[in-house]
């Protein structure tokens, strides 16, 4: 294993794990309407709270999976046998809509918890808001797919953990450059 042998195990990872980062981001867009715990609350304490939509999880979900699904039409034409690593275009699929809906999935644990915590609504809770996201998204597709995330993300002697501590510092920069940039676009009302 040498440097670059690592720096295309990050690359590769950061690629196929692409499905699970859009759809926070696209549920700002398509997010409004109908919240998901449809206004209730327990103990005096919202279950998840307005910014968690219907029209936010299915349209960020769609959008991850669409985006997933042009991934590996670019990746057939250059690696028509692996798709760079979703294998097949089935289990594609099926890793895609996991790593997607798994991150909304995830998002929405956030804030549960955050809500218990009495948290309020857009409130910072930080490694929460940063990773519940990534936690979902391996959660799901662990569940269904673990040999493809070990081998992908974890195994230790062929380097695959690099792909995950890369996904894990991404992740931190990535979240603070959007947030900055949805409340400049008046996307968000604050800028975290
Ligand atoms: N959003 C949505 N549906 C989702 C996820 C997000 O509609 N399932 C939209 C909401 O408009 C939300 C915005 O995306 O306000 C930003 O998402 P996020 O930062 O996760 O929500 P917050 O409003 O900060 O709420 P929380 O404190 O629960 O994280
Ligand atoms: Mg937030």
Not at 133 to 141: M, Q, R, V
Request: with cysteine.
């Amino acid at each position: 294993m040498d440097v670059l042998d690592v720096v295309v195990i990050m690359i590769a990872g950061l690629w196929l794990f692409l499905p699970a980062m859009l759809p926070n981001s696209a549920a700002v867009v398509f997010g409004g309407g109908t919240p998901v715990d449809l206004g209730k609350s327990i103990n005096g304490k919202r279950i998840l709270g307005d910014g968690k939509t219907w029209r936010g999880f299915f349209g960020g979900g769609l959008a991850g999976v669409v985006l997933g699904l042009i991934l590996m039409a670019i990746a057939y034409v250059f690696d028509p046998d692996s798709l760079f690593g979703y294998m097949s275009f089935r289990k594609g699929i099926c890793i895609i809509v996991c790593l997607s809906f798994g991150s909304l999935l995830g998002d929405m644990l956030g804030s549960f918890i955050k809500r218990r915590l009495n948290i309020e609504r857009g409130k910072k809770a930080p490694v929460l808001d940063q990773y519940d996201f990534l936690i979902g998204a391996f959660l799901l597709t662990s569940l269904f797919y673990p040999h493809w995330v070990y081998d992908t993300y974890i195994e230790i002697p062929g380097g695959h953990i690099f792909a995950l501590i890369f996904l894990l510092i991404i992740t931190l920069l990535l979240h603070r450059a959007m947030n900055i940039i949805g409340y400049k676009a008046g996307l968000k009302d604050v800028p975290w």
